[in-house]
């Protein structure tokens, strides 16, 4: 399963003083990764971290069960976007620590999954384009 999360702030002006920041997870939720239901939470205001990770997630995996006949994912794959270099700790205790238990939950009884976590930083202008020749894609080329 590939997972996606980040978190969205208002922008700067007058509404941002009251203006909540909403926290987004997508996951595939088929072999083919074709579909990628989404779940939004409204999250505290200006803070990057989830605050209600553990559900989120919980969904995620429930929708993976009931389209793959109560099976679970064996490898869980998370983009992690939008972080500061002074969060990734944060994310690795905290929201990291939240999935494992998650895992520790949902997979009782069975073996829990292999999890990688990829924290993507902000502002990197960094793009990922397939490289086309002759109408055939042969390879990925990053770019800025």
């Known amino acids: 399963m590939v997972i996606g999360i980040d978190v969205t702030h208002p922008s700067p002006g007058p509404a941002k003083r ?5 926290a987004a997870m997508v996951a595939n939720v088929d072999n083919e990764l074709a579909q990628w239901p989404i779940h939004l939470r409204i999250n505290t205001a200006g803070k990057e ?5 553990g559900s989120m997630r919980t969904t995620r995996l429930e929708l993976w069960e009931s389209d793959h006949a109560n099976s679970l994912p064996d490898n869980l794959l998370i983009y992690r976007d939008g972080v500061s270099e002074s969060q990734y700790k944060t994310v690795l205790e905290k929201e990291l620590g939240r999935i494992r238990n998650t895992c520790q939950v949902k997979y009782r009884g069975r073996d829990p999954p292999k999890i990688t ?6 502002r990197h202008h960094t ?11 042969t390879n990925l080329e990053f770019g800025t």
């Open 18 to 22: 009251t203006a909540l920041s909403v």
């Open 49 to 53: 971290m989830v605050d209600l990770l």
């Open 117 to 122: 976590l990829i924290i993507v930083g902000k």
């Open 127 to 137: 793009r990922i384009f397939r490289k086309t020749v002759a109408g055939n894609c």
